[in-house]
């Protein structure tokens, strides 16, 4: 099973809301990934935690605070967003450790509109 | 620092055509190499990958072998379906983050496949 989940699938915000993304993952992964994707781009990574604590911070702005509670979940918490923060949030996960475990697995993503 | 390329898109195709989608690295070291599919709406799926040169990654039809000599990781099909329209991602794995290997991405290849 190499499933990575999300909630919501869909959020709509104004700039003064407080909201939360979260991602779970059951395969025993102990790194973890928060990108940022705008349309017909790459994703851009934001955060890494290995371990339960962060390892990258991608200087992201501090009205993104990511949470790592236990070595299955990882969530975003969001605060005072801009309209250009609206895009897709992919949280990832893999294995750590070594060089042949690196390989990330994706969830299907938030759709983030910030109005 | 270490980057990957891919041809524009979109790349446009008759179903049962055969399908190349080129993609190059420069990267220090030996990354492991990945290519990502992304289905309209959805988060990035794994397709294929290597981790060491020569090796060949495949997958529901798909290959790529890990051309050190020409830092080259083409994506190649010999028949493509209307299935298989969607985003192709190259990328490879940074090592230079400890045990978590940052994804460094290509800007992707749009692929539409035509009945």
């Known amino acids: 099973d190499t499933e990575v989940t999300q909630t919501p699938k869909h959020l709509v915000m104004g700039m003064t809301n407080k909201k939360s993304l979260k991602c779970e993952q059951h395969m025993g992964h102990r790194a973890m990934y928060w990108y940022k994707q705008k349309a017909k781009k790459p994703p851009e990574l934001m955060f890494v935690?290995?371990?339960?604590?962060?390892?990258i911070n991608e200087s992201v702005p501090s009205r993104f605070s990511p949470e790592c509670p236990n070595s299955s979940l990882l969530n975003l918490h969001l605060h005072a967003l801009q309209p250009e923060d609206s895009a897709l949030y992919l949280c990832?996960?893999?294995?750590?450790?070594?060089?042949?475990?690196?390989?990330?697995?994706f969830g299907p993503g938030t759709r983030l509109l910030v109005l | 620092g270490d980057s990957v390329t891919q041809m524009e898109g979109p790349v446009t195709l008759s179903e049962e055509a055969f399908l190349t989608i080129n993609c190059t690295y420069t990267a220090t070291g030996y990354p492991s190499l990945f290519w990502y599919v992304q289905y309209p709406g959805e988060g990035l799926q794994l397709l294929l990958k290597a981790t060491k040169a020569d090796d060949k990654g495949s997958n529901k039809g798909f290959e790529a072998t890990y051309r050190k000599e020409t830092t080259s990781f083409h994506l190649e099909k010999g028949s493509v379906q209307v299935s298989d329209s969607a985003v192709y991602f190259c990328a490879l794995s940074d090592h230079g983050s400890g045990n978590t290997g940052k994804l460094i991405f290509g800007q992707g290849t749009t692929l539409q496949v035509k009945p």
């Open positions: 990832a996960s893999s294995q750590a450790g070594s060089r042949y475990q690196e390989t990330q697995y």
């Open positions: 935690y290995s371990y339960e604590k962060l390892s």
